[in-house]
C-alpha cells in the first residue's frame, strides 16, 4: 500500500513557475515507477510526465516537454514535477501517482495508487 500526498499548487501568472511535490508513505517507493496527470474542469484526465524506478528514464507529453522536468528521490519517498514557462492550459488540478512497473506508463489506467491533486491556476 503506497499514500501519496501532492503540494506546491497555486495560482501564477503566465510565464512563471511552480514546483509539485508528490510525498509517498511506505518503505517499497523505488519499487514504483511515478507518474503525474492533470484534469482541467470538463476535460479528461492527461498525461503530463512520468519517471522509471530508479529515475534514469522519463517521458512527457509534447505539451509540457521543454517546460517541465520530473525527478524523484527514492532515499526521501518523494517525487517532484518543476513547471517553468507556465501557460494559462496549464490550469488544472495535478495528481501523482504510482505504478507497480519498472518504467513510467502514459495511461492512467496502468497506475495503481492516486494522490488526492493539488490545484494549478495559471492566469494571463
Known amino acids: 500500500q503506497v499514500q501519496l500526498v501532492e503540494s506546491g499548487g497555486g495560482l501564477v501568472q503566465a510565464g512563471g513557475s511552480l514546483r509539485l511535490s508528490c510525498a509517498a508513505s511506505?518503505?517499497?517507493?523505488?519499487?514504483?515507477?511515478m507518474g503525474w496527470f492533470r484534469q482541467a474542469p470538463g476535460k479528461e484526465r492527461q498525461f503530463v510526465a512520468s519517471?522509471?524506478?530508479?529515475?534514469?528514464?522519463?517521458r512527457y507529453a509534447d505539451s509540457v516537454k521543454g517546460r517541465f522536468t520530473i525527478s524523484r528521490d527514492n532515499a526521501k519517498n518523494t517525487c517532484s514535477l518543476q513547471m517553468n514557462s507556465l501557460k494559462p492550459e496549464d490550469t488544472a488540478v495535478y495528481y501523482c501517482?504510482?505504478?507497480?512497473?519498472?518504467?513510467?506508463?502514459?495511461?492512467?489506467?496502468?497506475?495503481?495508487?492516486w494522490g488526492q491533486g493539488t490545484q494549478v491556476t495559471v492566469s494571463s
Open positions: 501517482a504510482a505504478a507497480s512497473t519498472q518504467s513510467g506508463s502514459y495511461y492512467g489506467d496502468d497506475y495503481d495508487y
Open positions: 511506505g518503505r517499497t517507493f523505488s519499487r514504483y515507477s
Open positions: 519517471i522509471s524506478r530508479s529515475g534514469s528514464s522519463t
